[in-house]
T-cell receptor, first 116, second 113 residues
């Protein structure tokens, strides 16, 4: 019974390159959340997706960042033209039906992005 | 907007000592409150939660009580073990808030023999 899977676990990019972070939710979960943890800070919400829909992207930077959760395959967080300030740990979480009172968000191990 | 404030770490304790990690929150409505734990190199795991005032969440010897009057959700454990060494995050979600969690900055706990 695999948990939330994220890959890669570590990603190194040079400034200006693209970063693609993948998240496979737990089996039976159709809700995915992305959070970013900057050094010495707590996790900050970025985006909430259901299959093929973005429900809430209020935490996403307006430029260079995008997210998708296609009908088939993992959720992807894409960062174009990365800058040093994008260096952080990116965590994905999933839940079954999105109501936290009943369903817990389960977190993946995170992707540590380092921009050189 | 919503916010969560935790005591700064690191907190260093001897094994079998009593643990308290303070957490206070600001929210416009009636949030659900959570404690998550992050072990080195791993993702966050839900430790306990409470969904309404005066509820007590408990798990693995840890407890926290939802205090609406003081807007607090302090984490306690009577006797810590070395294996409890981790970073602890307090978090909230608000009814109708789109299911997103608002986290505190985390408190690192180190338990020594």
């Amino acid at each position: 019974n695999a948990g939330v899977m994220q890959n890669p676990r570590h990603l190194v990019r040079r400034r200006g390159q693209e970063a693609r972070l993948r998240c496979s939710p737990m089996k039976g979960h159709s809700h995915v959340y992305w959070y970013r943890q900057l050094p010495e800070e707590g996790l900050k919400f970025m985006v909430y997706l259901q299959k093929e829909n973005i429900i809430d992207e209020s935490g996403m930077p307006k430029e260079r960042f995008s997210a998708e959760f296609p009908k088939e395959g993992p959720s992807i967080l894409r960062i174009q033209q990365v800058v040093r300030g994008d260096s952080a740990a990116y965590f994905c979480a999933s839940s079954r039906n999105g109501r936290l009172e009943q369903e817990t968000q389960y977190f993946g191990p995170g992707t540590r992005l380092l921009v050189l | 907007g919503n916010s969560v404030t935790q005591m700064e770490g690191p907190v260093t304790l001897s094994e079998e000592a009593f643990l308290t990690i303070n957490c206070t929150y600001t929210a416009t409505g009636y949030p659900s409150l959570f404690w998550y734990v992050q072990y080195p190199g791993e993702g966050l795991q839900l430790l306990l939660k409470a969904t309404k005032a005066d509820d007590k969440g408990s798990n693995k010897g840890f407890e926290a009580t939802y205090r609406k009057e003081t807007t607090s959700f302090h984490l306690e454990k009577g006797s810590v073990q070395v294996s409890d060494s981790a970073v602890y995050f307090c978090a909230l979600s608000e009814m109708g808030g789109g299911n997103k969690l608002t986290f505190g900055t985390g408190t690192q706990l180190k338990v020594e023999l």
